[in-house]
C-alpha cells in the first residue's frame, strides 16, 4: 500500500459526460501528479500541483482540469468525454517537488467510456 | 527532450534465475533521476528502485539491483532469484532537473516468470 488514495476505483460512463477523479496523496506529501495509461499512448504525463498550484502541465487535454486543495487531495476533472479517453488514472504524490524524491502512485481509476 | 527506450516488449525467465530488463536513456540534463516501477496485473504502480545521475555506486534493494552505465546511458533491472510474483509489467522512467518533475515512462517489459 503506497498511503496514496484514489476513488473511484472503475467508472463507467458515456460519451459527452463529465467526470470527476479523487486523489489523497501520502501524508505529508505536497506535490501531486496525474497520469494517463492507455494502450495506445503509455504512461503520459497530465499534471502537477505543488501545494495547491499548479506547476507543470503535460499532455493534458482542454476538456480535462484539475486543482488541488486546501487540505492537498486532488481532483481531475474530465468533460464532453470520448471513447479515446477510456483509460486507467494514475494519481502519484511525493514529498516535495525536486528531483529525487520518487513519486508513489495510487491504485487507479479505471475509466470507461461507452 | 528526454526519452526512456525499453526494447524488450516481452520475456521470460525459470524460477529461481536471475534476469536483467533493458532500459536506455537519453536526456541533456547533467542531473537526473531514473526508476523502475512494477505493474502486476492488478494495474498498481509499485515503485521498485531509485538512481541518481550523480550516485557511483549501483542501487540495490532486496533482490532489485539497477545495472548504471551512465556513458551507455543505460540503466538496466536485474532481478536475482526470480520468483512467480514477479511476473508483471515493469517500466523504466526518468526524471529530469527543470520546471517539472514529471515522469517520463519507457514502453514497458512484460516479464513472464516459469516455474
Known amino acids: 500500500d503506497s498511503g496514496v488514495t484514489q476513488t473511484p476505483k472503475h467508472l463507467i460512463t458515456a460519451t459527452g459526460q463529465r467526470v470527476t477523479l479523487r486523489c489523497s496523496p501520502r501524508s505529508g506529501d505536497l506535490s501531486v501528479y496525474w497520469y494517463q495509461q492507455s494502450l495506445d499512448q503509455g504512461l503520459q504525463f497530465l499534471i502537477q500541483?505543488?501545494?495547491?498550484?499548479?506547476?507543470a502541465k503535460g499532455n493534458i487535454l482542454e476538456r480535462f482540469s484539475a486543482q488541488q486543495f486546501p487540505d492537498l487531495h486532488s481532483e481531475l476533472n474530465l468533460s464532453s468525454l470520448e471513447l479515446g479517453d477510456s483509460a486507467l488514472y494514475f494519481c502519484?504524490?511525493?514529498?516535495?517537488?525536486?528531483?529525487?524524491?520518487?513519486?508513489?502512485f495510487g491504485p487507479g481509476t479505471r475509466l470507461t467510456v461507452l | 527532450a528526454q526519452k526512456i527506450t525499453q526494447t524488450q516488449p516481452g520475456m521470460f525467465v525459470q524460477e529461481k534465475e536471475a534476469v536483467t530488463l533493458d532500459c536506455t536513456y537519453d536526456?541533456?540534463?547533467?542531473?537526473?533521476?531514473l526508476f523502475w516501477y512494477k505493474q502486476p496485473s492488478s494495474g498498481e504502480m509499485i515503485f521498485l528502485i531509485y538512481?541518481?545521475?550523480?550516485?557511483?555506486q549501483n542501487a540495490t534493494e532486496g533482490r532489485y539491483s539497477l545495472n548504471f552505465q551512465k556513458a551507455r546511458k543505460s540503466a538496466n533491472l536485474v532481478i536475482s532469484a526470480s520468483q512467480l510474483g514477479d511476473s508483471a509489467m515493469y517500466f523504466c522512467?526518468?526524471?529530469?532537473?527543470?520546471?517539472?518533475?514529471?515522469?517520463?515512462f519507457g514502453t514497458g517489459t512484460l516479464l513472464a516468470v516459469q516455474p
Open positions: 500541483y505543488y501545494n495547491g498550484e499548479e506547476r
Open positions: 502519484a504524490s511525493s514529498s516535495q517537488a525536486d528531483l529525487y524524491n520518487e513519486q508513489f
Open positions: 538512481q541518481g545521475s550523480y550516485d557511483e
Open positions: 536526456t541533456s540534463d547533467q542531473s537526473y533521476g
Open positions: 522512467a526518468m526524471k529530469g532537473r527543470g520546471a517539472t518533475n514529471k515522469l517520463i
